[in-house]
């Protein structure tokens, strides 16, 4: 896409070096320590096409994983005790026709299994049955709702997102997600609507939890706030608004060094939709490989990645600026 073209020239240059910004703070190049998630993309294919998304997903993506690496994928797990989190991802990964198979196969091997969830797709037809499939296999569930309005949700992500979201959420709820005792675990995330950071990640989620529960009954265990990486469609929208520049500047300027410790790539492997592998998913739709291995079939496990080097570019000061940012939200 043109707006990503050129502004990844802007990422890598000097004054966007991430390897020279953590030597400039004493910090050796980034190493991984044991592998403990694994993140598995298995596609493209969404039922929204929402403005911020670093995947570009969308209705009309046909990446989507096959039978042959979800079988390499499972095989694999059993050969790597290391693995204790399986953490799904999309698009709407829940659109895989084999994202089923792959949960229950993950959850017989005893894994914790994480569905990175847009709740719309709750609501699609033929997935009336999908809450009640995540919560008999006590699936965590990580659902996306950038704010607690519905004017910026659906300016973010379409018209009537916002009214679905809050149906999904319920939905979840009246299933024992964070109902006391039941143990399933319901997570919100919000990430920024313009070219700024997060606020404090906190003072935030109490804000979300007084606003949804007072309005609409709604409970959720924690809010986790992403930056929005300068990647793909954020990266197209920095273009058109001609603040490339100012956000770089942002990222960079705010880098906060005591964020490396927690970086989510240190621990974590990225599995593409074709079985490709990456420090992170940013790497993986920047095409970015690990310095590794190239794909699942090129390793035994994932046990034996300690100390290998983590390939980095300029996009990563968004994980370390500030208060820092990682799948998980805040670093701090």
């Keep these: ?11 890598n240059n000097r004054t966007a070096n991430f390897d020279l910004a953590l030597a400039e703070h004493g910090i050796p190049r980034l190493t991984r320590r044991q592998t403990t998630t ?3 993309n298995v596609g493209k294919l969404c039922n929204q096409a929402c403005h911020h998304c670093h995947v570009e997903a969308g209705p009309k993506r046909t990446e989507v994983m096959p039978a042959d690496v979800v079988d390499r994928l499972l095989e694999l797990l059993e050969l790597s005790p290391c693995i204790e989190t399986v953490d799904v991802t999309g698009g709407a990964p829940e659109l895989n026709p084999h994202f089923r198979r792959l949960v229950r196969e993950t959850r017989r091997l005893n894994r914790r299994v994480i569905d990175r969830c847009n709740l719309t797709v709750l609501l699609e037809a033929g997935q009336e049955d999908l809450a009640e499939f995540l919560a008999s296999n006590r699936v965590e569930v990580v659902a996306s709702l950038p704010c607690y309005t519905a004017e910026n949700v659906d300016r973010q992500r379409g018209r009537g997102v916002f009214d679905k979201s809050i149906r999904a959420l319920k939905l979840l709820n009246d299933l024992g997600y964070d109902r006391h005792g039941s143990g399933l675990s319901l997570h919100l995330v919000y990430n920024p609507l313009g070219a700024f950071l997060p606020p404090p990640q906190e003072k935030l989620e ?13 409970e959720f265990n924690r809010l986790f706030t992403l930056t929005n990486m300068p990647i793909k469609r954020f990266a197209d929208f920095l273009v058109r608004s001609g603040q490339v520049e100012s956000y770089l500047c942002l990222l960079v ?8 410790e927690k970086l ?14 990456y420090d992170c998913d940013f790497n993986q739709m920047l095409e ?12 035994r496990s994932f046990d034996d990645w300690s100390g290998e080097r983590i390939a980095v570019a300029g996009h990563c000061f968004g994980c370390t600026a500030g208060a820092g940012s990682s799948c998980g939200g805040s670093l701090q």
């Excluded at 300027?253 to 490396?260: C, E, K, L, Y």
């Excluded at 690990?290 to 794909?295: K, M």
């Design 206 to 218: 109490a804000g979300y939890k007084m606003h949804l529960r007072e309005r609409f009954g709604i």
């Design 38 to 40: 694994l993140q598995i």
């Design 264 to 277: 989510m790539c240190r621990s974590l492997v990225s599995v593409g939709w074709n079985g490709r592998l």
């Design 288 to 299: 970015i490989g690990t310095l590794h291995a190239g794909t699942l079939w090129d390793i």
């Design 253 to 260: 300027n705010h880098f906060n060094p005591a964020t490396v």
């Design 1 to 11: 896409m043109p707006g990503t073209e050129g502004l990844l020239p802007i990422l």
